[in-house]
C-alpha cells in the first residue's frame, strides 16, 4: 500500500472509534428526556448533546479525510504530496479531541471573556470546540488541500473527480473561518453562522461525498468514469444554484427580509438529487453487465447511502422547511428527525460502505459475504429509522401543543413537553436508539475481524 493508504487506514479506525462515542453520548442525551435527574449536579444535559453532536461532525470528516486519502494514490497512481506532515497532524488532531473532550466532560464552562473562548468554549452551537482546537482543524484542512492539489500538480493531470474535489476544498476551508468572528448583533451572528452550518455541511458536505461516492462506485460496479463525472457535473450545479438560495430555509425567524420564506423554503428540496442519480444510473448501467460486484456489504450501504439521503435529507427536509409548515416545526423533535436522518444517508451510510470497499483491498474478498455485516446493517437502519418515527411523533405534538395551540409560551412548552405524545416517543427514541448502539457493536466487530475469521464450514475442513 501507498503510506497514504497506510494513514487512510488510521482515519478510517478512528473515525469507528468516535462514531461509538457519538453512540454513547446520543444515549445519554436520550435517556435525559425519560429521566432528567440523570447525572444531576455531574454533567449537564447540554454538555453529552454537544458531546454527541460534535462527534458525529468529526467521525464524518475523519471518514472523508481517510477516503480521500485511499483513493488519490489510486487516481494519480503516485504517493500523494506532504503525506508526512499528514501523518503528523493526524497523531496532533486525535490528541487535540482527546483534550477537547476532556475539558468539556470536567470544566464544562469558563468565562465569557476571550479565556474563556480560547481554552473552554466559542459558545456557538455545532462549533463549541476552544478556539486553539478551532484553529487546529484549520491547519489540518489546509495541510489535506496541500496533498490533494500538490499531488494534481506533480502528475501533471486533472481529472474530473479531482477537480470538482479541489474546487470544494475552497468553501470547505474558507467557510469554516465563520466559527471565529463572535459578534455582538445576534442577526447578523446567526446570518453567518448558517453559512457555516449549512453551506459547510449541506453544500460542501454533499460535494465531498458525491466525489468519494463516484471513486467508489466505479471500484464497485466497475462504473465508467464518464457517467460519475456527469453527475458530479450536475450536483456542483445544484449546489451553486439552489445550495445557496435554499440557506434562506434558515432565515425566517431572524430578521432578514421576507423573500427568503419563498426562495429558501423552495429552493432547499433539491440538493440530494445527484447523488441519488448518481447511485441510480451506476446501478442501472452495471445491470446491463449484471450487476458484476464481489462486495455486498458495501454494495447494500450504497443503496442506503443513495435513498437515506433522498428521503432524510431531500423529503424529510422538504417537509419541514416550507414556512407555512416552519413556523410550527422549528426548534422542536421533528427537526431533530431530519437531522437524524439526514446525517445518516448523506453521510454515514457512504463512508461504511468505503469501509468495507478498504477492507476488501486489505484483507480480501474470501469471507466477505457472511452473516455479521447482515445484521448490523439490519439492526442500525431500524435503530435509526425508528428512532427517526419516534422522533417525528414527538415533533408532531410539540408542534401542535407548543406552537399551534400554545402560541410559543413558556406555559405551552411546558405543556408539550408533559404531553403522552411526546413522552412516548422519547421512550420509543431510547428503545431504537439501544437497537442501533447494538447494531453499532456488530458493525465494529465486523469491521475488525473480517477476513481475520474462518467461517464455521472451513474451521470444520481445517481440523
Known sequence: MYRSQQLALKY????????????VAGLMS???????????????????????????????????????????????????VGIKAAEVLFYVLCAAIAVVTLVFVFIQYGPSNEVGMWLVNQGRKYVEAPRWAAVGIVVVMLVFAYNVIGTAIRARKITGIVGVLIVDLIPLIVLYLDAFPAARN??????????????????????????????ALMNLLGTSRRIVEAWLY????????????GLGHHYFWIGTPQYWLAVGGFFSAFEPL???GMVIHAIYDAGTHHMKTTNRPAFYWMLAEAFGNFIGAGVWGFMM???????????????????????????????????????????????????????AFAALNVGLVGMVGALLISGFAQAFIERAQGGSTLEAFIA??????????????????????AGYVVLAYDLLTIGRRLPVHAMAVAE
Open 416 to 437: 408539550g413537553q408533559e404531553n403522552f405524545w411526546f413522552l412516548d416517543g422519547m421512550y420509543a427514541r431510547f428503545a431504537f436508539g439501544l437497537i442501533f448502539a
Open 12 to 23: 478510517l479506525a478512528a473515525a469507528i472509534v468516535i462514531f461509538g462515542a457519538m453512540v
Open 321 to 375: 422547511t416550507l414556512p407555512q409548515v416552519n413556523l410550527y416545526s422549528h426548534g422542536t423533535q421533528w427537526t431533530v428527525s431530519h437531522g437524524h436522518f439526514a446525517f445518516w444517508g448523506a453521510y454515514a451510510c457512504g463512508v461504511i460502505s468505503v469501509c468495507y470497499l478498504v477492507l476488501q483491498k486489505v484483507r480480501g474478498s474470501a469471507f466477505l459475504d457472511g452473516i455479521t455485516w447482515r445484521w
Open 30 to 80: 436520550a435517556y435525559y428526556y425519560i429521566n432528567p435527574d440523570f447525572l444531576f449536579g455531574l454533567l449537564h444535559f447540554n454538555i453529552s448533546k454537544t458531546l454527541h453532536i460534535d462527534t458525529l461532525v468529526i467521525w464524518l470528516l475523519f471518514g472523508f479525510i481517510g477516503a480521500v486519502y485511499w483513493y488519490l494514490p489510486e487516481e494519480f497512481g503516485i504517493e500523494p
Open 186 to 215: 445576534m442577526s447578523v451572528d446567526l446570518f453567518w453562522w448558517w453559512w457555516l452550518v449549512h453551506m459547510w455541511v449541506e453544500a460542501t458536505w454533499e460535494v465531498l461525498i458525491g466525489c468519494i461516492m463516484a471513486w
Open 274 to 276: 445527484p447523488l441519488l
Open 234 to 245: 450536475i450536483e456542483v450545479a445544484l449546489v451553486l444554484g439552489t445550495g445557496i438560495l
